[in-house]
């Protein structure tokens, strides 16, 4: 089997000496239409990898923001399969950069594992994030995601020690996700030196490429970042950005967003 995206992606990511933007959208915010359009305008803006929040009614890893949008998907009806529709139609518009699903193991549990790792081959997703799914239990699901080319990307944080650390870059692929403080997602005024610290302690075990989350909102986030990650992930800052905009400005209103993190000039509309 050649390279995946996601491979090839941070591959080019190291070519081009520049870190990568995963910008975090929650499936069916505003609805799933708005999606549709969105991921694409966030490729347009500089979206290296997108990953996808499948709503959950308790995402104990999320703050304010995220819940708020999860409760309003699922209050639209927005389930697994629906968040691989999405997936599945991105694909038929063109979109080929890595998409990443985030959620939580009872929802995939519900569906059945085997029956979402084929779904979500068919449907073209590089990789899933389960926050609450430990590398001790991850073997059932990493049994049916590994043949089918989808990564495990495993979360880490301040608080994991040395042991866990190993355990789970033994077991991931694709890449890890730093969390940058001990906490939930949301804007902050500085990323930390936790998260500097993390990143390093986590490159002993592994060569995989790290991306640091929780709490990315701003350039001078993204240049300090630069300086030892591979990647940074922004969520609630860029919700937090749509939220602001009247609903027919909201991909809008990421777009802008996303371009200013990177300090790209922007057009007056």
């Known amino acids: ?53 499948v709503p ?16 309003h998907a699922l209050r639209q009806g927005v389930t697994v399969r629906k968040c691989l529709e999405v997936c599945a139609g991105l694909r038929g518009r063109g979109v080929e950069v890595p998409l990443v699903l985030m959620g939580y193991y009872n929802p995939l549990l519900a ?10 081959q068919d449907a073209g997703v590089d990789g899933v994030i ?11 699901l990493l049994e049916e995601c590994r043949p ?3 990564h495990w990307i495993c979360l880490l944080a301040p608080t994991s020690n040395d042991g866990r650390i190993a355990a789970a870059c033994a077991l991931a692929s694709g890449f890890i996700y730093c969390v940058s403080i001990a906490g939930v997602t949301g804007v902050r005024e500085r990323v930390g030196e936790q998260a500097r610290s993390l990143v390093r302690r986590v490159r002993a075990h592994t060569t995989l ?30 919700l937090d950005a749509m939220k602001a905009r009247p609903r027919a400005q909201m991909v809008q209103g990421a777009t802008r967003f996303l371009l200013g993190l990177r300090e790209v000039p922007q057009p007056t509309l």
């Open 1 to 53: 089997m050649g390279a995946t995206r996601l491979e090839r992606t941070f591959q080019h990511l190291k070519a081009e000496r520049r870190i990568g933007l995963v910008p975090f959208v929650t499936a069916g915010f505003p609805d799933l239409p708005s999606t549709m359009d969105l991921v694409p305008a966030l490729v347009g803006a500089g979206a290296d990898v997108v990953e996808l929040g």
């Open 56 to 71: 959950f009614s308790d995402p104990l890893a999320d703050g304010a923001t995220i819940q708020a949008a999860s409760f």
């Open 111 to 120: 569906m059945g594992l085997r029956a979402f790792a084929r779904e979500a």
């Open 130 to 140: 389960v926050a609450d799914l430990p590398p001790e239990e991850a073997g059932p």
């Open 148 to 150: 089918r080319g989808i």
């Open 209 to 238: 490429p790290l991306a640091v989350g929780f709490g990315i909102s701003r350039p001078e986030h993204l240049r300090e970042a630069s300086g030892y990650a591979d990647a940074v992930v922004v969520g609630s800052a860029l």
